[in-house]
Structure formats: C-alpha cells, structure tokens
C-alpha cells in the first residue's frame, strides 16, 4: 500500500485525514466529503506535461495504453500491478466549427471532448477504472451504485471485465433508457428498480453498502472523481498542453465539475500550467438545484464554509413540495448533487458560472452536434445549448477558445433520437411532447417513397 496517498476532508477549517483504505467516504469528524490527497513532496512529479507523450511510445503496455492510467503519476494511489483497467479513455477532443458557428463563435475556437469512445459509452468509465483499482486495494467482492443509467453500465462493464466482482445495481421507476439498462442487464449486474427517482435509490444504495460492506462506487467516492480529472488531462494533450479559456460541461451529480476543479487546482499547484480555466456547469431546468443555488442564491464556496443554511432551506423546500427531478436528459435528472461542496469549491478556484437549458434546447443541440458529426445523448448536448447562451449573454466570447464536454454516445437513449425526426405525431407526442417539446427545428425526417426505381432515383434528385 502507498504511503504518499490519503483521504482528506475537502473542508479546510477541519482537514481531517482519512486511512486511503477507507471505504465511508465521508470525514469521521464533519461529515464533510473526501478528497484522495497525496504527499507530493514525496512523489516524483514531471516537472512539464510533455512528459507524457513519452507514453504513446509504449502503447503494448496496458497502463499506458490506457487514457486514464498513462496519467497515473497525477493520480498515484496504487501501485501499478494493482491498477484495473479495460481500455478505458481512448477519446477525442474535435474542433468542430460547425457547431461553433450554431452557437455564435468564431472557427477554431470550439473543441468538443467526446467521452462516448470509451467501453460503456460514456465518460463514467474514467472514474470507475479508479474505483475499481481502490476496492481492489481493499479486497472488495461486491460494487453497488444507485443510477440513471452510466453509472450502472460502468460498473457493470468492470465487474463483467475484470471478472473480480458482482455488481448490484440500484435504479428508480422508470427512469433510465433502454440503451443503458441493457448494458447493466447484458454484463450481469444484479438489478434492482425500486420505486423513487435516483435521489431516492441514492440514499438506499449508501444504506445497504453501509449494512452489508459492499462497496460504492457513486461519485461520493472520492476515487471516481480521481479517474475522472484525466479527461482533462486528455483535453490539454489535444490542446498541445495549451490551457483553454473555457471547460463547459454538463452538471448532474457534478462529479465532473468537481473532478475537473481538482484536477486544476493540481496543476496548478504543482506549477504545470500557469493558470486555470474557467468552468461552466449546465444544469437540465427540470433538474437545478446547483443553478438556483448559485446563480438565484448566492451560495458560493466561501473559502470551505459556504451557507449551509441556504442549501437546507432549499433541499426542505424540495421536500415539502415533492418536487421530483424531470428532464427528457436522464444522465442529468438529479436533484440533491452530492458533489455540491466540491463544485463550488471548483468554480471559486477557478472561476465559473452555472446555467440551465430546457428539454427543448438540449434536443435543437443535440441535432446540430450530430450533424457536425459526433453523436451524444441528450444530457451531452446540456454543454452546446449552455455554451449557446452564455456567448448570447457575452459571458464567453467569440474568440475564446472553449472545450465542450460531451458526456456519452448517442445510442446510451436513441428512443429520444428517433422521436425528433420521426414523421410519426403519435411517437414525437409520447417521447418529447408530454415534455414540453414543441418543435424540431433540425429533423431530419425519412422520406417516404414506392418500391420503384423511377421514384427512389426522384427522391435522391429532390433531397441529396
């Protein structure tokens, strides 16, 4: 076991360390959300990014075929015959001056980071190849998690992958795709749907793994979120090592924003950029809790003591009402983010902003960002349909350069895909007008035509 790595409260007034074997994932003394931390002065830090280009030359070796463990010096908790990996990150950051024209910027200046490339379809597997590699370190047999779908395919994949533990997946009624529970289904998790929403299946998966010593692997696990900074450390690899103006990523639990935030703070910190990016977080408006909290609320991180009193007034208020979380992006449909102290403290040190988009906004989005050529889920294109609106409000400008997260692949929920181009009322009714959806304005709808060469060659004539 490492003796530079540990777990730490992220609170500075309390900064209790935790044993890095620690599976409760909360401060024994505040209750306060972990960081895994190290002691850098004892570890052997490159002294530039450069550095690890060098692993592209060793691309037989697992670890640095890996987009997450090449990086491992900036993430070094476990030694390396004890890390757990299946390929995970092998992604692209892709200029796309198409969707940067949609949303008003200049070419050259939008990059989209595709997280859909990696085994499960999304950018969950980053951080589940860190988790895995920590409840190996403590021997765990059993991964539990609650989910909207990601996560559950995620730890599916690594239990069926790694062959070293069973999976026990947590999801509410009739709240995650078809596309994703059939990953969890087809890799052998043991399912369980049970009635609520994720908030609720949340609260029951971290009462079970407490009861029955299973371990978690939500992003509360600080070791997710460990996994989770490569995707920034990919994005500056594309970049040349070239700090962007803008990191704009969708917010739902908001592990990446935090993941991101640290992953910053570090490099920072260690002297390898020489400053931060700014940080967008888009929330779903069925889904908003971190918007109204900061952006109608004022609650900021404020040096580690932000106001809880504003956080539980808003979570009562929640409760009393029954307010559930809706939103067609199911990635993102979460009302209680157990990462909120993380992200604030993220948008502090680096500066940021939080903004909501509609069902409506995220669809237009989604059809743009496939038309230029990658596709992603719904929750995905919460990143374009905010990045949209903030170039709209002045916030970012034309001419900044911006990296977009795109979080999982289109088919993670195709049956919103086909409902926005289908010609079908009865269909586009079911899946998107009972939301709110109103329009489509970029559907590319099929076109119907006899079985007859004469009319099929017209139709090819009339539309290609």
């Known amino acids: 076991m490492t003796d530079h790595a540990f777990q730490r409260c992220i609170h500075p007034q309390c900064g209790t360390t935790v044993e890095l074997t620690s599976t409760t994932f909360q401060c024994p003394k505040c209750g306060g959300l972990l960081d895994v931390a190290y002691d850098w002065n004892r570890l052997p830090v490159p002294t530039s990014l450069k550095h690890f280009e060098s692993k592209w030359t ?3 070796n697992p670890l640095n075929f890996s987009g997450v463990w090449r990086f491992r010096e900036l993430l070094p908790f476990a030694p390396d015959s004890k890390i757990m990996t299946i390929g995970e990150g092998q992604t ?6 198409t969707v940067g024209a949609y949303v008003g910027m200049r070419p050259g200046r939008l990059y989209l980071q595709y997280e859909g490339m990696n085994p499960s379809g999304s950018f969950k597997d980053n951080g589940m190849t860190a988790a895995f590699t920590h409840a190996g370190l403590v021997g765990a047999r059993r991964a539990a998690c609650a989910s909207t779908g990601n996560t559950s395919a995620s730890l599916a994949i690594y239990c069926a992958g790694t062959n070293l533990m069973r999976g026990v997946v947590f999801i509410g009624s009739g709240k995650i795709s078809y596309g994703k529970l059939s990953q969890a289904l087809e890799h052998a998790a043991l399912t369980l749907q049970i009635a609520g929403d994720f908030d609720d299946a949340l609260r029951r998966v971290q009462e079970v793994s407490r009861q029955l010593g299973i371990y978690l692997v939500n992003s509360v696990n600080p070791f997710r979120l460990e996994g989770q900074k490569t995707i920034m450390y990919r994005a500056l690899e594309a970049l040349g090592w070239e700090v962007p103006d803008w990191i704009v ?24 950029i020489a400053r931060p990016p700014r940080i967008a977080v888009i929330n779903a408006t069925g889904a908003d809790t971190f918007y109204q909290l900061y952006e109608k609320h004022g609650v900021r991180w404020n040096g580690g003591a932000p106001d809880g009193k504003k956080v539980g007034a808003y979570l009562k208020m929640l409760d009393d ?26 948008l502090e040190r680096c500066g940021g902003v939080v903004r909501e988009v509609t069902d409506q906004e995220m669809l237009d989005a989604k059809a743009k960002i496939g038309a230029g050529g990658l596709g992603c889920e719904p929750a995905s294109a919460a990143t374009v349909a905010g990045l949209m609106k903030l170039v709209k409000e002045g916030i970012i400008g034309p001419d900044e350069r911006v990296v977009g997260v795109l979080t999982a692949h ?27 959806v109103k329009r489509v304005a970029f559907a590319n709808r099929a076109v119907q035509v006899p079985n007859d060469l004469e009319e099929i060659l017209k139709a090819i004539e009339l539309y290609a």
């Open 58 to 60: 060793d691309r037989t």
């Open 92 to 97: 692209l950051t892709r200029l796309s001056d």
């Open 249 to 272: 990523v969708p917010g739902g639990n908001l592990g990446n924003s935090s993941a991101f935030g640290k992953a910053f703070m570090e490099l920072a910190d260690l002297g390898l």
């Open 321 to 346: 009402s029954g307010a559930k979380a809706d939103t067609l992006a199911s990635a993102i449909e979460i009302n209680r983010p157990v990462n909120l102290p993380k992200a604030l403290r993220a």
């Open 410 to 436: 289109l088919l993670k929920d195709p049956t919103a895909t086909v409902a926005y181009h289908t010609s079908d009322p009865k269909t586009f009714e079911d899946v998107l007008g009972k939301r709110g």
